[in-house]
C-alpha cells in the first residue's frame, strides 16, 4: 500500500511536469473507483494546474476554482506517459498535457479521483486528518499537547491518522525504536522529553524513505516508499527473533490494534 513517504515522492516526482501546464483532456475508462468519479473531472480541460499539494495520502492539484483531489487507495500508481502510449487494464484515469500524459493505475480500484470547488482542507475526507508529520507543526510540544489524556498505546497512538497522519505501521515501529520507547507505553504517559525525541524519530523516519525512494523519480512513479526504506535496512520492523541492530537482544514482535508491532525490549523502554 502506498504510504506517506511514496505519495510525497509521487508528488515531487510530478510537480515539475504539471505545474503551469493546461489540462488539455481528461480520460475517465473506468469511473468506478473507490468513489464514482464524479462528472466535474471529466470537464476539467482548459484549466492550468497551479501546485501539485499533498496533505497526508491525498494528492491536491490546485487548478484555480477547485482542486483534483488524488488518492492511490491500495495499489494506486501515478505516472507521466507519453501521448498515445497505450493504457493498459488497470489504467482508469487520463489527465493529458499537450505530450505528456499524468496516467492513474489501480488495479484494486480503492483509489480516489474527485474534484472540490471547496477549500479542499474543508472536504470531508481531509477535514478530520491530523497534524501533518513533517511540517514545523509538529514537534515535541504539540505532541506532549496530543497524548495528554490519551490512555491509547503510543503505537497504535501514532497510526490514528486524526491525531498525527500517514505514520503507517513501518514508520511507527521505527520511530519508535530511534526514541527508545517501548510501543506499549501509554500516549498519555510520554515524558516532553519522549515526546521531543519521538517526534524527531519520526520525521527522520519518513525523510529517510522519501530519499530512499527518490532514487527511483526517473520514471516518475514513485517507488514503493516501504521498499526503498528496507533497502535501508529496517532497525526492527518485520525482524521478529533477529538480533537488535543496537545491542543484540531478539527482536519481539507483538499485535497492536491487529497490527503487528516489531521492538527492542532493552533498548525501547
Ligand atoms: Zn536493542
Not at 492513474?104 to 486528518?129: I, K, S, Y
Not at 510540544?141 to 503510543?154: C, P, Q
Request: net charge positive; proline share 5%; with cysteine.
Amino acid at each position: 500500500m502506498p504510504e506517506l513517504p511514496e505519495v510525497e515522492v509521487t508528488r515531487r516526482g510530478i510537480e515539475p511536469h504539471l505545474v503551469g501546464r493546461t489540462i488539455a483532456a481528461v480520460v475517465v475508462r473506468e469511473p468506478r473507483l473507490r468513489w464514482r468519479v464524479p462528472p466535474a473531472v471529466g470537464a476539467l480541460a482548459g484549466r492550468k494546474v497551479r501546485a501539485v499539494k499533498r496533505r497526508g495520502k491525498y494528492l491536491l492539484l490546485d487548478c484555480g476554482d477547485g482542486h483534483l483531489i488524488l488518492h492511490l487507495g491500495m495499489s494506486g500508481s501515478l505516472r507521466l506517459v507519453a501521448e498515445g502510449s497505450t493504457p493498459g487494464k488497470h489504467d482508469h484515469f487520463d489527465l493529458a498535457f499537450g505530450q505528456q500524459v499524468l496516467r492513474l493505475r489501480d488495479p484494486r480500484r480503492f483509489g480516489a479521483v474527485l474534484w472540490t470547488t471547496q477549500p479542499p482542507e474543508a472536504h470531508q475526507l481531509l477535514r478530520h486528518l491530523g497534524v501533518e508529520p513533517l511540517s514545523r507543526t509538529l514537534d515535541g510540544r504539540l505532541l506532549h499537547g496530543l497524548t495528554r489524556a490519551s490512555r491509547v498505546r503510543i503505537k497504535p497512538f501514532l497510526m490514528d491518522g486524526r491525531r498525527v497522519v500517514g505514520v503507517g505501521n513501518i514508520y511507527a515501529s521505527e520511530s519508535l525504536f530511534l526514541a527508545g520507547i517501548d510501543p506499549r507505553k501509554q500516549a498519555g504517559r510520554l515524558s516532553t522529553e519522549h515526546c521531543a525525541l519521538l517526534s524527531k524519530s519520526i520525521k527522520h523516519t519518513l525523510r529517510t524513505a522519501i530519499r530512499a525512494g527518490g532514487s527511483s523519480l526517473r520514471d516518475f512513479v514513485g517507488s514503493d516508499g516501504a521498499e526503498g526504506y528496507f533497502q535501508r535496512r529496517a532497525w526492527v520492523y518485520d525482524r521478529a527473533g533477529e538480533k537488535c541492530r543496537r545491542c543484540g537482544t531478539a527482536i519481539r514482535k507483538i499485535v497492536q490494534g491487529q497490527r503487528a508491532t516489531y521492538f527492542c525490549a532493552t533498548c525501547q523502554k
